[in-house]
């Protein structure tokens, strides 16, 4: 008996290494895989890790743009708020030259009496008070007669030959006043040139 519990042992021992070794060869096989499919999520997580930094570094980029244009875009509405600024009311300035004209006109006229010498008077006070005004908003009379031709602040209407002591291209007369807003002329002067 003892033959046969020793044969049924060493069956038993072959049968549970026999079992064992299989156990250990799945193990091992599962660890193959296990190892493979681990190193697949490796892989697709630095792939996903690479298309995020990307995406980071698109909307960085995108963000740097978008920061570069709205300061691009503040410094225009500046610029353009302080040109609204210093050209305030130009269109006012410019509808009112004709008054002056006007005015100027009226002061040429030549009085005999005294009613008329009043009024002149009355005129003249109007005139000044509205150069006075035009003035502090910086709004001044183009200074053109007897200087040099300057097409960019005159307009000349009529040439004449020069006389005398008169230089070639010098304003000779000033047929109507020109006016300029700072550095911005709101009407050119109309004159006569020497040629």
Known sequence: MAKTDTAKSASQVKSSAAKTDEKAAKKVDTKKTDVKSSADQVKELQKQIADLKKQLDDKDNQYLRAEAEIQNMTKRFNKERAQLAKYDGQDLATSILPVLDNLKRALAIEVTDENGAQLKKGIQMVHDHLEHA??????????????????????????????????????????????????????????????
Not at 152 to 179: C, E, H, I, P
Not at 185 to 192: I, T
């Open 134 to 195: 035009l003035k502090e908003h910086s709004i001044t009379e183009i200074e053109a007669l007897n200087k040099p031709f300057d097409p960019t602040t005159q307009q000349a209407v009529q040439t004449v030959a020069a006389s005398g002591d008169q230089k070639k291209d010098t304003v000779v007369k000033v047929l109507q006043a020109g006016y300029q807003m700072k550095d911005r002329v709101l009407r050119p002067a109309m004159v006569v040139v020497a040629q």
